[in-house]
């Protein structure tokens, strides 16, 4: 069975001025499906470059990523694009909901970008995960009215509306208070095992690390534990 | 794709909200620039179409023709400067007729011909003295004495321009015969005793004195010969105000209905008329205007010329009416009782204005001598011709003539008509009877002919006696002589005589105006093969700077718009930049949750088409308003140019529908495409920056 994602042998190098920095140096790494797995270690430990190149946004230097089976080092950006719409949901620590739209609309927008939904599937679709995440009620809300947790619900839905694989969640509860943070780890953790979807997230917030059912310890690009 | 562009389209709409300054900015500027772009393009049209025919239907036709050895290009109303242009000459019109006319779009030939010539004019004095003629005919004392006043007064003037003269001139003998007249004059007992028609002193003072003193200030006429019958055929604009037009084959002359109101009209009558015509046309008031205070307060300064024109029965008609409309005088003696009553008249404000105009034109103008000229008068033109000579051409005046709607258009209505034969007199061309009369000439006082080459030798070589052109001694002649001109020519001549032999140009006036370009291409054609030596223009070419009017303005127009153009799209591109800038996060987001490129291009080229549009359509609305507005209403010309460029006193724009459609859609598409650079920007952000948090 293949892995949910698969990293091979991957480095990322980043240029800086003159020199170079290394981010991540020879990780070697698999998710299976319907994992749910974070991702920790202090700031710079490579935590969001890991993230990024499992989430389409960036390709390795070396080695090779795995989606489902499929490498990325050779896509370009629209194949990255499309890749990112069809199979991978994202949940963003300052939330990302686009200002100038309502609840509903910043849920459906990852649909009306993919395309060939009736109105009616995708209002059900909307509805169906706005219930799920229990916002039916903020629908016509804009992004600025709604509270941090109510907001990060409101990605969630947006996350899951296109039914991805896999999950990308970078440190989802930063920006909020423990409680609020548990219950959307808990809202997460429920997510994951209906929809079978795996979940990957960073964080180093040990309260949410004990949810996980995998925790894979990062430092100076390196994997010290997984 | 459609759920694409209809997210697009919300999202840049929001956008546009959530920045609405920015937004107002920037369709504002387009609203501003869509505005000026249709009223400007659609007056510019107008006046064109209006100048067009200004143009065409008053002197040039369609096209014209003239000589291809012409030093100088045409120019029917007078290039850059008042010069003399050398357009050459056609010899023989009837070659460039026969060919012409069978180009089968052109509907007629009308051969022409202009130039420059000086009226002659007496002086005050001679119309001081036919005033005091009169008075004396009819025996009334007071007005005799007044009529003397003036010439007294004109004398003195005369006694210090004598003075002076004396200390210049080289022909003392001259001198000494001047001064010894004038203070036969000059005696109070020679005046004083002037009682009756005394035939002997009058006729002193007509041969004598009013010699001394120089003409008026000289009058210089444009003048157009040609076959005034056609004229008046293919000119749609040319009306007769008064007399009647020459008849085919009567040499005379039709003057221009401008040239008479503006330069052979009493003083005061001007004055009334300029004050009318701005008030009326200008809307303004007097109080308050520069121009009409100037005007106004010169005005009462004129009583003299009213006064001067009056015998005792009108000046005791005047002086009654004056009174019965509340101006009154304490003064018991007439002429000064009345010179009081005019003085008072004469000042006008914005009270009296309408009033004392109508009364001026109805009891006062009728009573005196309005115009210099009129009809059924002989003047003499003097035009220095080709070959050097001064010609004097007495020319009996017919009628006055306008062209409809350009009544006051200093362009095409300073030109006087006269006949094509007249033309050629003043140009100088010579017939058989003025070369006979020139070899006459010459045998009388003895000059060489000799030929251009030898003409430097002859005048300045050592052979050469000084020889100095005075002109005095035509003046004399004339006084000398009774005033009985000869004419030189002939008052009729043959019809045949217009139809053939010499023009300067040539108007063409087509069946079908539309096809200028392709009828001058088919016509120069027809010249090569033909090998004759013509040039052909068309109207605006050969109207010189008037006709480049438009073009002009075009470009002016184009030049502000194009300004607010680059600014606007200056300001959107800026504001995408910045924009993007302040989007970083939100853009990321959507591409990182999987939305391409094109989608981020999308919003940024849709919210700034959305932009130009609602504010390029505003202004195409607002522009639509204004024009309907100007269409109830019309825009008065300021001056005569305008007169003329509006082709009337007031211009009525029109609404042009596809400019009004077309204007928006062009702006809109244009700063869109504009924007497509700064719009990549923002498209380049990437996915990644999602994941960046400001710290």
């Known amino acids: 069975m293949t892995h949910a994602v698969s990293i091979e042998h991957v480095s990322k190098i980043y240029p800086l001025g003159n020199t170079e920095v290394q981010a991540l140096h020879d990780i070697h790494l698999n998710f299976d499906v319907g994992e749910f797995t974070t991702v920790a270690g202090p700031s710079g430990c490579g935590k969001s470059t890991l993230l990024n190149l499992i989430g389409c946004m960036d390709t390795p230097s070396q080695g090779e990523v795995y989606i489902e089976g499929k490498p990325i080092s050779k896509l370009g950006d629209k194949e990255l694009t499309r890749l990112r719409l069809d199979k991978l949901g994202f949940i963003f620590q300052s939330f990302n909901l686009i200002p100038v739209l309502n609840v509903f609309q910043n849920i459906e927008f990852p649909l009306l970008i993919q395309g060939g939904f009736t109105s009616k599937e995708r209002s059900d679709r909307v509805m169906e995960l706005m219930d799920e995440v229990g916002l039916r009620a903020q629908a016509k809300q804009k992004s600025n009215e709604l509270s941090g947790g109510q907001r990060q619900r409101v990605a969630i839905a947006r996350a899951l509306i296109t039914r991805p694989s896999i999950v990308l969640a970078d440190e989802p509860t930063a920006n909020l208070d423990s409680s609020t943070g548990e219950r959307i780890i808990d809202l997460m953790k429920a997510v994951n095992k209906s929809h079978k979807t795996t979940f990957i997230f960073s964080t180093h917030d040990p309260l949410v690390m004990k949810h996980a059912t995998r925790v894979i310890r990062l430092r100076d690009g390196e994997v010290l534990e997984s | ?695």
């Open chain 2, 1 to 695: 794709m459609r759920e694409s562009l209809v997210l697009i389209i919300k999202v840049a709409f929001r956008n546009l909200w959530l920045y609405r300054v920015k937004t107002l900015v920037i369709a504002g500027l387009l609203c501003m620039g869509s505005f000026i772009g249709i009223v400007g393009l659609s007056l510019l049209r107008d006046v064109e179409r209006s100048m067009q025919d200004s143009i065409i239907s008053s002197v040039a036709g369609h096209l014209q023709v003239y000589s291809s050895k012409a030093k100088d290009d045409l120019a029917l109303f007078g290039g850059a400067f008042m010069g003399r242009a050398e357009i050459g000459t056609m010899p023989d019109m009837v070659v460039f007729r026969e060919l012409i006319k069978k180009h089968p779009n052109v509907a007629d030939f009308i051969p022409m011909g202009s130039d420059m010539a000086m009226l002659g004019r007496g002086n005050e004095l001679d119309d001081v003295l036919t005033a005091l003629r009169t008075a004396l005919k009819k025996g009334e004392t007071d007005i005799i004495e007044q009529r003397k006043q003036d010439l007294t007064f004109l004398l003195q003037q005369l006694d210090r321009e004598l003075t002076e003269r004396e200390k210049l001139s080289s022909d003392k003998e001259l001198m000494v015969r001047y001064r010894t007249d004038l203070k036969t004059a000059m005696e109070p007992e020679y005046l004083a005793s002037l009682k009756i028609l005394d035939e002997e002193k009058l006729l002193f003072l007509d041969t004598r004195i009013a010699p001394i003193s120089g003409e008026k200030q000289p009058l210089y006429l444009m003048y157009l010969g040609t076959d005034i019958d056609l004229f008046e055929k293919n000119f749609s604009k040319f009306k007769m105000v008064e007399g009647e037009p020459l008849a085919p084959g009567q040499r005379g002359i039709l003057l221009s209905y401008k040239v008479r109101e503006t330069q052979l009209k009493a003083v005061v009558a001007r004055l009334f008329d300029r004050l009318k015509k701005r008030i009326d046309r200008v809307e303004t008031t007097i109080k308050g205007d520069a121009d009409n205070e100037a005007t106004a307060k010169d005005l009462p300064k004129q009583y003299q010329q009213i006064l001067a024109s009056l015998d005792r029965k009108e000046s005791e008609e005047l002086a009654a009416y004056l009174k019965s409309i509340g101006i009154e005088t304490a003064e018991k003696e007439l002429v000064a009782g009345l010179k009081e009553q005019l003085q008072k008249f004469l000042i006008v404000d914005d009270g009296n204005f309408k009033d004392r105009y109508a009364q001026f034109y109805e009891r006062i103008a009728p009573k005196m001598k309005l115009y210099e000229i009129s009809p059924g008068e002989t003047i003499v033109l003097r035009s220095y011709t080709k070959s050097g000579y001064i010609k004097s051409v007495p020319l009996k005046v017919y009628g006055v003539y306008t062209f409809e709607g350009l009544e006051d258009s200093d362009l095409a209505g300073v030109m006087n008509i006269t006949d094509l034969v007249t033309f050629r007199e003043l140009y100088g061309e010579m017939n058989e009877e003025s070369k006979k009369e020139l070899e006459a000439m010459r045998a009388k006082s003895s000059t060489v002919v000799t030929t251009a080459a030898a003409a430097e030798d002859a005048l300045f070589g050592e052979s050469a006696a000084p020889t100095l052109e005075n002109r005095e001694i035509e003046g004399q002649a004339k006084s000398n002589e009774t005033i009985q001109i000869k004419p030189v020519i002939s008052d009729v001549f043959p019809i045949s005589e217009i139809q053939n032999g010499l023009a300067l140009n040539a108007a063409i006036r087509l069946k079908d105006g539309s096809k200028i370009d392709q009828t001058r291409a088919e016509l120069n054609k027809m010249f090569k093969e033909a090998g004759l030596e013509a040039k052909l223009v068309d109207w605006q070419e050969a109207t010189g700077i008037v006709g480049q009017f438009a073009n002009i303005v075009r470009i002016v127009l184009m030049f502000a718009l194009g300004v607010i153009f680059v600014v606007a799209l200056v300001i959107i591109n800026n504001s995408i930049i910045v924009g993007t800038l302040n989007r970083t996060k939100e853009i990321g987001t959507m591409r990182a949750i999987g939305a391409q490129k094109s989608f981020v291009l999308g919003i940024f080229l849709a919210e700034t088409g959305i932009t130009s549009l609602i504010g390029s359509i505003l202004g195409a609305g607002l522009a639509t308003l204004f024009l309907l507005a100007l269409n109830h209403k019309g825009i008065p010309a300021p001056n005569d140019v305008m007169t003329f460029l509006f082709s009337g006193p007031r211009l009525y724009p029109t609404l042009q529908w596809n400019l009004v459609i077309l204007s928006p859609l062009v702006i809109s598409l244009v700063a869109t495409i504009a924007s497509i650079y700064a719009a990549r920007h923002a498209a380049h952000v990437k996915p990644a920056e999602a994941m960046q948090e400001k710290e």
